[in-house]
């Protein structure tokens, strides 16, 4: 877990999904790492899920670049 500073200057808490070099994607409420859905069962809402937006679309896979982590 890490705590960043929104754009709106709130404190926010966000989980670390990826490293650098991990693919990520969010699809239908679901996050894959790596191909591999995430059981996030341990540490999130059963309720809760997970949506794309503009910065990765539901479907759409990224790539964590070097020197950076995917939140």
Not at 29 to 55: C, M
Request: zero cysteines.
């Amino acid at each position: 877990m890490v705590v960043v500073q929104s754009p709106q200057g709130n404190q926010v808490i966000k989980r670390v999904i990826g490293f650098a070099g991990d693919t990520i994607m969010i699809k239908d409420g679901e996050v894959y790492l790596n191909g591999d859905k995430l059981n996030e069962q341990e540490y999130i809402n059963l309720n809760s899920q997970t949506y794309g937006d503009t910065f990765l679309a539901d479907g759409k896979t990224v790539t964590v670049p070097a020197n950076s982590y995917f939140v």
